[in-house]
């Protein structure tokens, strides 16, 4: 078994600060607009590109704005209210924690926070959600859910998947196992490389094997199951589980109470070696699970990737290319059938249909350089990146 990645994978911060009336004014004004388009805006406040959505978010929240291009965290805003101080929930993705850490994270933002003129205190930010992930590279391992061994009261959720098998048609196989539930904490154990390759999530191959390679080791082939299984140990500590027995709220608070959560977490519930001892508790640590704790014990602080997060960009933008493409030569296909073509006349039709395209940009009611521009906001700078 190796690791091929460690880190935190998810994180939810709430702070208590309101935004002024001039900043929203101006974010009303760009939301209606929005609206109006049904359709994202971009805008600036104090160098900070902010892309507001035309839709709101639950819980108060007025304003759901994407921040720096798609690089910084996602912001939920609610409008000025002294009886709900608590104005600002910030979200960042878990490529931006692999390629950064939890420090940039932080830093990132404090910055946006500024810029936004919003004035708080230490004891003014929550955390309201942390994830921690464990890539394993671990192709033989098998998951079965009778083998955790945790609290009576914890809840366990299992998610099983039918897989063809060539000797006997279909066989059960079980590729997740979800223990405990939100807001308290919860472990998941899961095929995360059959989720990346289901949902194409392009950008984690290749952060897996710029860890092995910077080990030095051959990249590996992950169209490929037998050699490039990747199981995930994920752990998720929600604000009632850092609150109430951690009294973990602000950062201060996490950066030293944060280790004991992640250990305690992976102890209270751990993946076993079942034996003939009846008594489960006593049952030994699988090497899945051993590994998972020997890192959580050596330290939670990975080393940040910042080179690699362009790197993902880009590989998620090609992506998002070849989707649009494919999805392109599906409509092109689809038009040749109603039109009667046949195979040999698809090339020429291609051509025209190139004239048509270039009449409707022509004809259209919005200039072309403006479609293109908005286009732009839509699809962001990082397309796929969340």
Known sequence: MEVLHQGFDKLYVAVRGQMTDEILDQLEQVKAHAVQINDVMATWVDGLNLVVHPMGRKGGYQFVCE???????MLALKAPN????WGVHASFSSIYLAANGLEAARAKLDTILDQLNIVRLDQD??????????????PTFILDPDHFVMHARTHRRTHDA????????????????????????QVIVY???????????????????????????????????????????ELRAYKNYLRKPHGISGWAQLEAGLPSVMQELAQDIRHCEPTADSNRSRWPLSPLWQIAIEHIEAGLLAIPMPDLEDILIEVCRTERIRQLTAQRHGLSVAIAALHGLRA???????????????R????????LQDRISQAGVRMGSTPGYR
């Open 360 to 367: 409707l940009a022509e004809n259209h009611r919005q200039p």
């Open 162 to 185: 039918l897989h063809s098998m060539a000797t006997s048609g279909r066989s059960g196989r079980t590729t997740s196992v979800t223990i405990g539930k939100n807001p308290n904490r």
């Open 67 to 73: 921040t720096d291009y798609g690089r910084g965290p």
């Open 125 to 138: 930010v929550a955390i309201s959600r942390l994830d921690y992930a464990i890539d394993v590279l671990a």
């Open 344 to 358: 040999e006349q698809f090339e020429p039709f291609l051509s025209r249909l190139v004239g048509e395209e270039t």
């Open 191 to 233: 095929d995360k490389r059959e989720e990346v390759m289901s949902k194409r999530k392009v950008e984690w191959p290749v952060l897996w094997n710029a860890k092995r390679q910077a080990n030095g080791k051959a990249a590996l082939d992950f169209q490929d199951p037998a050699t490039s299984r990747v199981w995930r140990v």
């Open 82 to 85: 002294k009886r709900d101080p």
